[in-house]
């Protein structure tokens, strides 16, 4: 052989193993930089946030229990203060109005030994004005209608009767039961005859 053709060969073979070391060393790069480490660091890492997450649900699931116990306590003990007081509301205002009843019995009785009626009717007239005050003092007031203009919100019109001036049309001529209020709230309606 020639020492050109030998010189060729030998810069093919020199290419050729250089070109083999670069393959080498390629493939042998990835594997050296690979970090071992990062994999269980990484595993750590989420196995830690896994825990932090789970704690945080065990707390939360705490204290909504804890909430849901406290309300369900409220709950009972808004029940039990409502049939308390459905139960015993009316205690006050019946308590106040013993004495009229009292007196109501003492005049039934001295009704029979009475010979002056007009005494009857002062002593059973002052019981009314005392029950009148007792209901006052629990908020009960009457409904004013004598005169009034009639009022859908305070009256209940059962009778219609023909004006006798143009001045008295949709006023309130008669009262045939008397309507009271509780605390500025319809206890009952007054029964009124109307002017046409």
């Known amino acids: 052989m020639s020492n050109k053709e030998e010189l060729k060969n030998e810069e093919l073979d020199q290419e050729i193993q250089d070109n083999n070391n670069t393959n080498e060393a390629a493939q042998e790069e990835p594997k050296a930089e690979e970090p071992v480490t990062e994999e269980p660091a990484a595993e750590k890492t989420d196995a830690e946030k896994l825990e932090e997450a789970q704690a945080e649900i065990e707390e939360l699931k705490n204290k909504m229990l804890y ?4 309300f369900d306590n409220y709950r009972k003990r808004v029940l039990a203060e409502k049939a308390d007081l459905i139960l015993n509301g009316g205690q006050k205002v ?11 019995e003492r005049a039934i009785k001295n009704m029979d030994k009475a010979e002056d ?3 009857v009717k002062e002593g059973v007239d002052l019981i009314c004005k005392k029950f009148l005050a007792v209901l006052k003092a629990q908020g009960v007031t009457p409904i004013e209608t004598e005169g009034a203009d009639f009022n859908v919100d305070l009256h209940e019109a059962i009778a219609q009767i023909p004006a006798p001036c143009d001045e008295m049309k949709g006023k309130v001529l008669d009262c045939t039961q008397k309507g009271y209020m509780i605390n ?10 109307v002017a046409l």
């Open 94 to 104: 019946l308590a106040a109005m013993l004495p009229v009843v009292d007196d109501l």
């Open 117 to 119: 009626v007009e005494a």
């Open 184 to 193: 500025d709230k319809v206890l009952r309606y007054a029964q009124v005859a």
């Open 67 to 70: 909430k849901q116990a406290e």
